[in-house]
């Protein structure tokens, strides 16, 4: 067998967060020489999901770390850990992220055959957090229509605010027609919230049911970005399935997705490597000579990395909880006939929190809930990932939302918190680099529904690959394999 | 490598020209089945209904199952031997000659009239070669009292009829809406009833309840569906399964069907065919009734909130408008209101919907039910039209003739016969 160095590699990709491995994947079947290095000994990068071991050896790197994507991690356990289960009987996400129905991502699986490999979850319920008005009472959730027949059966919105309601649902499912941009195109760059209060006369409470569809995490989007991931919301609802308008992959989520397209590459030919990363590297006119970390030296036609470094202060706080309880009540499925969710999404609207010093946060807060049945905890816990703006207070802000979610669904006793880990995600470039042999893909924002803006420097990456081939290749379309199932086996 | 020969965007090319290799394929598979279907013709000629007719018929069926003749011959297959032979004391059977036709021509919703229609062909028990024990591999043990003789026939009964109704499931997945697999079905489950202990019967048609949400989950305004769903809760409730009453989980069942799409017709037609026997095992009195008819109209009232455009919507409201105005010789919800109390609840109903109208101006059935329930309540209250709402059903027939220029006839006839027009408000 020929050694790694006496190769001219077609291509070297060091990484393999959900882009690199998606770019694999787009190259699995061109009989290109492709060496794929991770300098993690896990897969998914920054997509990886845990076990408590990894999360904890993940935590020591990232503690003092004060640039690349994370930094400030720590593991608390509140209550002592006394329910926890072993530590590979969880499977937490760094990036949890659903999947919109009408996702890009989901027919490009589709077209290259790799979501035999994945087993996908319905994301039920959007709930947006009402806190108590009476002392007396505990905080509530209520549940977000978005379908016409939740409309009917809500209960507490007037008639008249459901008509209200329903003229904008209807508007947004047409929102690119003639009528309708006439409407919105001159106010397309203002806030969405006055766009919302103007034109559909939309008090708070209708505001804040409509913000949490779009999962933003600053409140603060434009109104063309607001119509836009609304009408992915509502055309996703009922496409696979009644009741659900997203899915979640089983197994930690975007990581499955990373690992089975890895898994694609490998039979393709790719050569995979963890535990590897660059150590140095000599660029020449036609080829880069790699020193790697495990003392080989290859040379490749070309270089596809991932940016790891953050720009600007755009940044998520994270709290990751493993609590003991089912939560069923957040997973139930509301239409006959709809498959019993895995996945929730609780938001709390801006200003509805406040830190210990008593401000009040002014951005949303966003809950999303696993049951077991996402393989990521073991049966009778859930895990609850809360995502919050970064400020000075957010981690402080995130205990409360915690401490208030739990409040509002617990049973009679509030639920046990086992384990909890924090830690801050960044953004980096949005661009894609191209400098000769070495192509950098945008570190994309961390947001809570995978965006489909992140598949595009992945088709570009390909496209330089390819060169000449791409125009009359089709991207990310493949026939099955003959014996698929027999070579693809379970690791 | 890349392989694209053969497939276009990963998907197999389905070509309508074939080539003569193909065409030779598909005579091979003709004669075949002509040649399958003359076997069973000639058996059933010689009036042999052997065990390997029946296969014969499976084989034949599962390649077409819409040829309903066959189906009958598998009946009779059962009938004449396979099923065990029923006692003098059962139900009689029908004696006439072999070409009497069973169930052939009935749909499912009309189903409850045919299977009290399986005419068995005698078959003298002694004659055909080779006819006699069960489908399955069980050895023939001469019973040792009449007990166990009876006992035995009924397990080998009950195990034919399951397999049977496996056999109908792979062609119903390929064909959901061939009446005659239906049909079929409903026979072998009548079959059940007649041969089989309440309780063995019972389960079988409860299971068969679930088949039917199955589909009806799978289409849910399948019309054959609800139909044959009527059928199996009728049977569930009568005296031959034990059965009780289902009306308040059928009632139940329309609300989740509805709560699953506002659209689904048959659904709230169902909803309104149960009402009356609903009020009645409830033993509702005036209150009760009162409270109910306020619960729909809320109901109804905030689906066409956010579903104008919907046609089945308003029929339910028109069902229950009409629950306030032919209450004369027909069961109604509220039999005892006065007369002002319905004048009130028409008013009531005028009142929302034309609030309606704030938010949704160009909905033409709006209008209509407007215009409607306006003359409605005159005729309640015993008077013509006063002023302000004959300026009213002006401006709605005029909206009216703007949104639904295809029946301006129609909307001119209502003008002139509410005398609108001799009064010259509202040209064109």
């Known amino acids: 067998m020929e050694s790694l160095g006496d190769t001219l590699w077609d291509i070297v990709i060091c990484g393999t967060g959900l882009q690199q491995s998606l770019l694999a994947l787009s190259l699995s079947r061109t009989g290109k020489k492709i060496l794929h290095i991770d300098p993690n000994e896990y897969y998914g990068g920054p997509d990886a999901a845990f076990s408590l071991q990894e999360a904890e050896a993940w935590v020591d790197r990232h503690a003092s770390i004060s640039s690349g994507v994370f930094r400030s991690a720590s593991i608390t356990k509140p209550e002592g850990s006394a329910g926890l289960s072993f530590s590979r009987a969880y499977s937490l996400a760094l990036t949890p992220q659903l999947i919109h129905a009408r996702s890009k991502l989901l027919s490009q699986l589709v077209s290259s055959r790799a979501y035999k490999q994945v087993e996908f979850l319905a994301v039920g319920s959007f709930f947006t957090f009402k806190p108590s008005t009476d002392p007396e009472q505990k905080p509530t959730l209520a549940r977000v229509p978005s379908t016409r027949e939740d409309v009917a059966f809500e209960t507490t919105l007037s008639l008249k605010a459901k008509r209200g309601l329903m003229k904008f649902l209807k508007f947004v499912l047409d929102f690119e027609g003639e009528t309708q941009l006439a409407v919105w195109q001159p106010h397309a760059n203002s806030p969405f919230n006055e766009f919302l209060q103007q034109e559909f006369k939309m008090d708070a409470e209708l505001q804040k049911y409509i913000i949490t569809l779009t999962l933003s995490l600053d409140g603060q989007m434009s109104t063309r970005d607001g119509l836009a991931i609304i009408y992915r919301h509502l055309t996703s609802m009922g496409f696979f399935g009644p009741g659900f308008a997203a899915v979640y992959p089983k197994w930690g989520g975007i990581s499955e997705i990373a690992q089975v397209a890895c898994r694609a590459g490998a039979v393709g030919g790719a050569v995979y490597m963890l535990g590897t990363g660059i150590k140095s590297q000599e660029i020449s006119d036609n080829d880069i000579e790699l020193q790697l970390t495990s003392g080989d030296k290859v040379k490749t036609k070309l270089l596809v990395q991932a940016d790891d470094k953050t720009e600007g202060t755009f940044s998520i706080s994270r709290l990751t909880a493993i609590v003991a309880s089912p939560l069923k009540g957040l997973f139930e499925s509301v239409v006959e006939g709809a498959p019993l969710p895995a996945v929730s999404v609780t938001a709390f609207p801006a200003g509805a929190l406040q830190t210990e010093a008593g401000e009040s946060y002014e951005y949303p807060v966003y809950v999303v809930a696993h049951s077991s049945d996402t393989g990521e905890c073991p049966a009778g816990q859930s895990i609850l990932y809360l995502s919050a703006l970064t400020t000075p207070h957010s981690q402080d802000v995130l205990k409360k939302a915690l401490e208030s979610f739990l409040e509002s669904v617990g049973d009679k006793q509030i639920p046990q918190r086992l384990f909890e880990l924090h830690y801050e995600q960044g953004r980096g470039s949005v661009e894609s680099k191209a400098s000769g042999l070495i192509f950098t893909l945008p570190n994309v924002s961390p947001s809570l529904a995978f965006d489909d803006a992140a598949l595009d420097p992945i088709k570009t990456a390909w496209g330089v690959v390819m060169g000449e081939d791409a125009s009359n290749t089709e991207y990310m379309a493949f026939p099955d394999r003959e014996h698929a199932d027999e070579e693809m086996s379970d690791e | ?428």
């Open chain 2, 1 to 428: 490598m890349a392989d694209h020969s053969g497939v276009s965007h990963g998907v197999a090319r389905t070509s309508r020209e074939r080539t003569a290799e193909q065409k030779l394929v598909e005579t091979e598979k003709i004669t075949k089945y002509r040649e399958l279907e003359d076997e069973v013709r000639a058996a059933v000629v010689r009036n042999e209904y052997t065990p390997e007719l029946f296969q014969l018929t499976s084989k034949l069926l599962r390649i077409n199952p819409e040829y309903y003749t066959i189906w009958n011959v598998r009946r009779r297959s059962l009938i004449s031997g396979l099923l065990s032979k029923r006692s003098a004391g059962s139900s009689p059977s029908k004696a006439s000659p072999s070409t009497s036709p069973t169930a052939t021509t009935t749909t499912p919703s009309a189903a409850s009239s045919s299977s009290s229609s399986t005419a068995t062909p005698p078959v003298p028990e002694s004659s055909t070669a080779g006819k006699s024990s069960s489908t399955a591999d069980e050895p023939a043990f001469p019973p040792s009292n009449p007990g166990d003789e009876t006992a035995a026939a009924e397990q080998k009964d009950r195990e034919i009829l399951r397999l049977e109704l496996d056999f109908t499931i792979p062609l119903l997945m390929k064909s959901p809406k061939c009446y005659w697999i239906w049909n079929y079905r409903l026979w072998i489950l009548q079959q059940a009833i007649e041969r089989l202990q309440v309780a063995v019967s019972r389960r079988i048609w409860e299971e068969e309840l679930g088949l039917v949400e199955k589909m009806l989950n799978r289409d849910k305004r399948n019309f054959h569906a609800w139909g044959y769903r009527r059928h199996v809760v009728e049977q569930l409730e009568s005296s031959s399964l034990a059965g009780a009453s289902m009306v308040e989980t059928e009632f139940e069942y329309t609300t989740k069907m509805i709560r699953q799409d506002l659209s689904n017709f048959s659904a709230w037609h169902r909803r309104s065919k149960l009402i009356p026997r609903l009020l009645d095992e409830r033993h509702a009195d005036d209150m009760v009734r009162k409270d109910f008819l306020d619960r729909e109209l809320n109901f109804i009232r905030e689906k066409l909130n956010v579903g104008p455009e919907d046609y089945s919507l308003w029929y339910y409201h028109q069902f229950l408008m009409l629950n306030l105005l032919n209450y004369v010789g027909h069961p109604t919800i509220a039999p005892t209101l006065t007369n002002d109390e319905r004048a009130a609840y028409i008013t009531r109903e005028i009142d929302d919907i034309k609030d309606l109208l704030e938010d949704y101006p160009d909905y033409k059935l709006i209008y209509e039910a407007l215009l409607d329930y306006t003359l409605s309540l005159c005729q309640v209250e015993g008077r013509k039209p006063d002023s302000s709402e004959k300026e009213q059903l002006i401006e709605w027939l005029r909206q009216l003739k703007r949104l639904d220029p295809m029946r301006d006839g129609r909307w001119t006839d209502l003008e002139r016969d509410c005398g609108l027009l001799k009064l010259g408000f509202g040209k064109n």
